[in-house]
C-alpha cells in the first residue's frame, strides 16, 4: 500500500515539472520573437530617416568614369608605297689583288682611312725588282749611247741599212725590257684604282702574298645603291627618277629609282630595281641592313589619324570619339593610304574631334569617360 503512494507520487511530481518547463519554453520563443519584430521596425524606421546613414539614392547608382587618352586628326600629306627589304651597296666597289708576289713590308693605309685613285696602300720586298728595273735601265741608256754612234756612220754612208735597222730594233727591245721592269718594280705597291675608303684589309706586315690572294677592298661611299627584286605585276606602277626613302634604326635618307631591269626572273615572277641614296653625311653604311620604300602616289593636305585608334569590327572601322558630355560615341569612319603609323580619313571625321587612343577595349556608346594626359 505504501509502495503504491510513493510510485503515485513520484509520478505526479515528473508530470508538473514537465509542464512548468514546457510553459516556460514556449514563452521565451514568443518573447524572442517579439523582440525580432520590434528590432526590423526600428531597424526599417532608422533606414527611412534621412541623414542618419546615408542618403538614399533613387534608381541605379552611376557608374564610375573610364580613364583614356584621346588625340586629334591632324592634316598633311600620306603617300602609298611599295615596302622591300634590301642592303646599301655602292657601284663602286673594288676588291685589290697583288700584281706580284712577295712578302709584305709595309702597310700604309687601314680599315676605314679615306683613299685617292692611285693611292699606296702597301708595299712589298722591291729589292729583286728594283735591281731589275737598274741593270734595264742602264742596257738601255748604253744601248742609246751605241744608236746614237751608229746614227751618224749611217748617216756618213759608212753603214748598211739593214745593220742600222738592227740597231735601232736592239735600241727599242731595250727600251720595252726597261718599261717591264719599271711595271714589275710598281706592281711591288698595292694601289687603290678608285677614290674611296677602305672598307677591309685581308694582309699583315710580314706575310707572303700571291696574285691570288686578296688584300684590300675599296669603297666609294658617296654613290650607294639599294637594289631590290620586285613582283612583275607592279612593273606599270614604276619609273625612272621616281621618289623613294631608304631607312635603318631611325636614319632615313631620300632617293630615287636610277634603273629598272626590263627582264623579269621567271624563278620568281620579279625585275631588279636599282635605287640611287642621297647620303651625304654617311648616315648609313655600305652593307647594311635597309627598308626601301618606292612612293607611288601622294594625297596632299589630307585628314590624318594615328592607327592606334582604329578598331576594327567585321571588315569595317571604327573609332570611339569623346563628345562634349564626356560620354564617348562608336562611330564607323572611312580611310584611304595607311603608310604603317597613321591613316588617311575620308569621311566622318573632323579636325576637332577628340578620338580615343587608349582605353577603346572598356567602352562602348555613351560610356561616361574621363580623358587623361599621357606619362611623359
Known sequence: MNIGRSI??????????????????????????????????????????????????????????????????????????????????????????????????????????????????????????????????????????????????FEREMLSKDEFDRQKFNLETARLDWEQKKLLLSYTRITSPIDGVVSKRYIKVGNKINTSQLAFSVVQIREKIAVVNIPEQEIGNLFLKQKAIVNSANREVPGQVSRISPAID?????????????????????????????????????????????????????VFVVGADDKAEKRQIKIGFDDGTQVEVLEDLGESDRVVTAGKSSLKTDTLVKVIEPIT
Open 266 to 318: 621567271p624563278e620568281s615572277g620579279t625585275f631588279k630595281v636599282t635605287v640611287v641614296l642621297r647620303d651625304p653625311d654617311n648616315r648609313l653604311a655600305v652593307g647594311q641592313f635597309v627598308n626601301v620604300k618606292i612612293i607611288k602616289k601622294v594625297h596632299e593636305n589630307v585628314v590624318l589619324l594615328t592607327k592606334d585608334a582604329l578598331v576594327f569590327e567585321g571588315g569595317r572601322v571604327f
Open 8 to 153: 503515485a507520487f513520484l509520478g505526479l511530481a515528473v508530470v508538473l515539472l514537465w509542464g512548468c518547463g514546457g510553459a516556460s519554453g514556449k514563452e521565451r520563443s514568443a518573447r524572442q520573437g517579439q523582440e525580432s519584430k520590434k528590432n526590423e521596425a526600428q531597424s526599417g524606421k532608422k533606414a527611412a530617416e534621412p541623414g542618419k546613414s546615408g542618403e538614399a539614392k533613387e534608381g541605379k547608382p552611376a557608374a564610375d568614369a573610364v580613364p583614356v587618352q584621346v588625340v586629334q586628326p591632324t592634316r598633311g600629306d600620306i603617300s602609298s608605297f611599295l615596302l622591300f627589304s634590301s642592303n646599301v651597296d655602292s657601284d663602286h666597289m673594288v676588291d685589290i689583288y697583288p700584281m706580284t708576289m712577295g712578302i709584305i713590308e709595309k702597310i700604309l693605309h687601314d680599315e676605314g682611312d679615306t683613299v685617292k685613285k692611285g693611292d699606296v696602300l702597301a708595299v712589298l720586298d722591291d729589292r729583286e725588282a728594283a735591281i731589275n728595273e737598274e741593270k734595264a735601265r742602264l742596257n738601255y741608256q748604253q744601248g742609246s749611247r751605241e744608236f746614237e754612234r751608229q746614227k751618224e756612220i
